[in-house]
Each structure stands twice: as C-alpha cells, then as structure tokens.
C-alpha cells in the first residue's frame, strides 16, 4: 500500500508496512536453527573456507542474504557480519489503559519483526510513566544511544523518586546489560545527550529539589567508564524538563520547552566547557523533536547534519549553518504530532501517531522516501533510537 505526499521542497513516495498480527519473539527458533546447522556443518559457500565465504558474503545486502538459505540468515545476525542499523524503541501500554508496562523492543528490518529485548535486571525495573498529578502525559524516560550501545539514564518510579541509581547500558552484539557508573546523584529528568562516546547530564532533579544538582554538568566516557565534573549551568531553566541535547558539530545544542511555544535554547561546547547563547535562526526554527547524524557526501567525506521536525506542519527540516536557518527536506501528514526522534545510517526517525506509529525518512534518497512502521497492537512508543541490530546466534 503506497501513496505519495508533496514537499515545499520536493514529493516523497509513503510506503506503509503493516504491523505484525501478533508479536513474533523468534530467537529460540533461531537458536535451534543454528544448532542444526552446526551439526550438519555445511560450509557458507562450497568450496571455499568459513574465513573467504564471510568477505564474499558481508559485500551482499542483507535482505539477499537471507532470503537464500539458512546458514546465511544465521551468518548476517553474527559478529563476522557487519550489523546493520535498527530501530530501538521503549514500549508502552497505552496510556488509556495506565500506561506503566513498558519493555525495551528492536524492530528488524530484514525480518519485518518487532523483538523484545533481554530484561535489563532481575526484578524487573519499577518505572513511574503515569501519574494523576500529570493528567494525559507520560513521565519521561531518558535514554540515549552512544558507542554503538543503548544506555537508559534517567526515570521515574512510584513515590516520584529517581528509578535508577546508576544508568543501564545494553549491548546489542552481546545482548547483554550491565551498570554504568554512579553519577554525583540520581535524577528523574535532566538535560543529556551524547557526543564523541560521551553521555554529557547537566541540570535535572531528583527525589526533591536541590540546586547543586540543578548546575551540576558532568560527562561519563562509557567507554571507560569515567565520570568528571565540567563547568556549572549559568541558571536552573534546564533543570524543569526531560530536555533531549543534541550532540552536533562538537557541540550539545538544546532548547528547555517542546513545541512551537516560546522556549530558550543553550548550546555547551564540550571542548572548551562553556556555553553559548543559540542563534537566532536555529531557536526560531527549533518546533519539535531534533536529532543528528555523520553522513557520506559525495566525494566520500563525511558531513554532520541536524534535523527538526515542526510538530505541527509535519515539516522536516535541516539546518543550514551558512545561511542560519532551517531549510525544508520531506513533508507529510503522518510527520505530524512528532514526539520523538533519532537519526542514523541516512535515516531519520520519527514517533508519531501518538505513539503508535514510527515514522521512517530516508534522507539520502531523492527525493526522500517515507515509510511507516507501526507498534504492536496496544503498545505506544515513548524512545526511540538507531543502533546496530542485536546478535542472535552464538559463534
């Protein structure tokens, strides 16, 4: 099913996949299948040992691959297969129906296939989504993809208190979670985001108020897993939202309200641990949810691009730095309502729907394409991330 929507800029082609009848959780089935494979031991290619096969194999597209035989749909979900980017989203029951169940998902876009994702403790996370004093909306959960990895930062659990002492990280190749380090305090919102293998968190508040957290401003290296302090916040106005920062051209840019209302915007240089005022064009232009990304030019270089979508127009935009303003790329009706966003491997995604559905734009192509993926019957997305896909067979 397809239809096409017009662009200020250029048309783009909408092609919509429908969501799973039912939820297909399939690694117990991959897994058999791979040992049956073991026991039969047939080489990837005849002829040619395991070591070759994988250089002629990993220059095919995935999608070829495994729509051949078995023993290549196991070998692309290896680590001797280059992964390729899928989404990662946190999942919740409607907010109609409490809204407080929430898992972490990927969706597959090889296999068209929504996966749950490992529980990351034992017990389970408590996390507070819904509360009467915040009547038809969400109590945020603050994630980020950094490294290649997916680290949940900041949450909410019953009494109002922070949900995690110490942020989780999850590793798609070993599909494994581990703790991160302690930060100087807990939060349930704060200012983050990513640059250079770095979580930077400035600001936010815990169990109750204090104003050192508030001008706190810290950088962890999950690489390493080292924590500094940096330079404090001039004031607290990022202190009052889950703010998202936008880590670009060696910088974290970020604005403290959502929407189209009148915000403030900071932008902290993470070299020289200042911050500086936004400029004019960008804050103007800032109307919905942002995101970033390091993409391929023509001449083989590598750019680093900032996109936003304006939550009411349904106006994809990125932001040209020459002329200090945002400029159009793709619109469509189902851009609007954008909640949430992430970009990677040429693509921008987009939750919107109300967070039923996800919105894919790929950027590269032109004019753009758009596609929409569609959550599970009954679960809404409240994160959404691009991260290499999770490993399903041992090797």
């Known amino acids: 099913m397809s239809d096409s929507s017009s662009s200020s800029s250029s048309s783009v082609t909408t092609m919509i996949i ?52 078995l023993s290549w749909r196991n070998f692309i979900y290896s680590s001797a297969f280059p992964p390729f980017m899928c989404i990662y989203s946190l999942l919740s029951s409607s907010i109609d129906s409490g809204g407080d169940a929430a ?53 909410t659990t019953h009494g109002l208190a922070p949900a995690l002492h110490r942020p989780l990280v999850f590793n798609p190749m070993s599909r494994t979670w581990r703790f991160g380090p302690r930060l100087s305090a807990p939060r349930r919102w704060c200012a983050a985001g990513t640059l250079g293998g770095a979580v930077y968190v400035a600001g936010g508040m815990g169990g109750s108020y204090s104003l050192e957290v508030a001008k706190t401003v810290e950088r962890w290296d999950v690489r390493n897993d080292v924590v500094e302090k940096k330079g404090r916040l001039r004031d607290v106005r990022m202190s009052r939202e889950a703010i998202e920062a936008v880590g670009w051209r060696g910088k ?61 127009k349904g106006i994809l935009r990125r932001y040209d730095e020459d002329c200090g303003s945002w400029k159009d790329v793709a ?30 734009v790929d950027v590269v192509a032109s004019p753009p394409r758009i596609w929409v993926v569609h959550t599970p019957e009954g679960l809404d997305a409240v994160a959404v991330h691009v991260l290499p896909r999770m490993s399903h067979c041992t090797d």
């Open 331 to 360: 619109e469509a009706e189902v851009l609007r309502g954008a909640e949430y966003m992430a970009a990677g491997g040429g693509r921008v995604v987009v939750v919107s729907g109300g967070g039923g559905m996800i919105v894919v």
């Open 252 to 312: 974290l840019w970020m604005v403290n309200v959502k929407g189209g209302a009148a915000k403030e915007g900071a932008v902290y240089d993470v070299v020289l641990d200042v911050w500086e005022e936004m400029p004019e064009g960008m804050l103007g232009g800032w109307r919905g949810p942002a995101a970033a990304m390091t993409m391929a030019t023509a001449d083989g270089a590598e750019a680093e691009e900032m996109y936003v979508v304006d939550e009411e």
């Open 103 to 155: 898992h972490f998902f990927s969706f597959d876009p090889i296999q068209s296939q929504w996966l749950r994702l490992p529980p990351p403790t034992d017990p389970p996370l408590r996390l507070l989504l819904t509360h009467p004093s915040f009547l038809s909306r969400r109590l945020p959960v603050q994630s980020l993809a950094v490294a290649g990895q997916l680290v949940v930062l900041a949450a």
């Open 18 to 69: 429908p969501a799973p009848k039912r939820l297909k959780l399939f690694c117990s089935d991959i897994r058999r299948c791979h040992r049956r494979c073991r026991r039969c031991a047939q080489p990837l290619l005849p002829g040619l040992p395991d070591h070759i096969a994988h250089l002629c194999l990993s220059k095919l597209h995935p999608s070829v691959l495994f729509s051949v035989c």
